[in-house]
């Protein structure tokens, strides 16, 4: 580990490295519009897919319009609907929230004991994949190293092997967003649990998201 933390390797082309702030962290950005391989392989779209919710829901049903169209929903809280299922083909937790009995979030989270950090990587980068192919190329796309000198960084990148061990101790975490419509997607990689990495996809409607949080300000604001 002495010689990881040696290493003066320069960070390759592909990627952009920003100013690290204090503590060590070092975000690494896809340069756009490039068909890159290893850890940022891509593939170009095919078509764009205008989304006004996430699956068979759409932004602003109520919970029982909901509880209609995803039969095996469940009430977790009076504004949160859960299910289990599968999601392109992967074992998924899906999580529908609601403000003023209006749904304007979905999220849904892959998650293995059973899986390494190397497997978690290859998901995360085939889930990439198809929502590129579905929405478009990301509009934000970064790796994120913390707990690593700068100019570690391009050492960590060339040798993908730590990626796996980095993902597993939460010393790296990958994410990408898209924007369609009026709906933002933003999938993240990363591990809150030692050895416990998860894969999240979160689907907001960005009208529906203002309107919340001005209602939850204006309910604040009757408080004080």
């Given at each position: 580990m002495a010689g990881l933390q040696e290493a003066m390797a320069p960070i390759p082309e592909r990627a952009e490295e920003s ?62 609907l859960e299910e289990r299922k599968r999601v392109a083909k992967l074992p998924a937790e899906v999580a529908y929230i609601f ?103 979160d689907y907001e409607s960005t009208h529906l998201k203002e309107e919340t949080e001005m209602i939850e300000e204006e309910q ?5």
């Amino acid at each position: 580990m002495a010689g990881l933390q040696e290493a003066m390797a320069p960070i390759p082309e592909r990627a952009e490295e920003s100013s690290p702030p204090e503590g060590g962290v070092t975000m690494l950005r896809e340069a756009p519009r490039r068909q890159d391989s290893g850890i940022f392989e891509s593939s170009p779209p095919s078509r764009v897919h205008n989304i006004e919710g996430y699956g068979h829901t759409r932004w602003g049903m109520s919970t029982g319009e909901v509880m209609d169209v995803c039969p095996g929903v469940r009430t977790a809280t009076v504004d949160r609907l859960e299910e289990r299922k599968r999601v392109a083909k992967l074992p998924a937790e899906v999580a529908y929230i609601f403000a003023d009995d209006r749904l304007y979030a979905a999220s849904v989270t892959f998650k293995s004991s059973l899986d390494t950090g190397m497997e978690f990587i290859a998901k995360f980068k085939n889930l990439r994949r198809l929502l590129s192919k579905k929405y478009g190329e990301p509009v934000d796309s970064k790796t994120t190293f913390t707990g690593w000198r700068s100019c570690n960084s391009g050492f960590v990148l060339e040798h993908s092997s730590y990626h796996g061990v980095l993902v597993e101790s939460g010393r790296m975490q990958m994410n990408c967003s898209w924007e369609v419509a009026e709906t933002k997607v933003h999938m993240a990689l990363g591990c809150k649990t030692t050895r416990q990495p998860s894969i999240t996809i979160d689907y907001e409607s960005t009208h529906l998201k203002e309107e919340t949080e001005m209602i939850e300000e204006e309910q604040l604001l009757e408080d004080l």
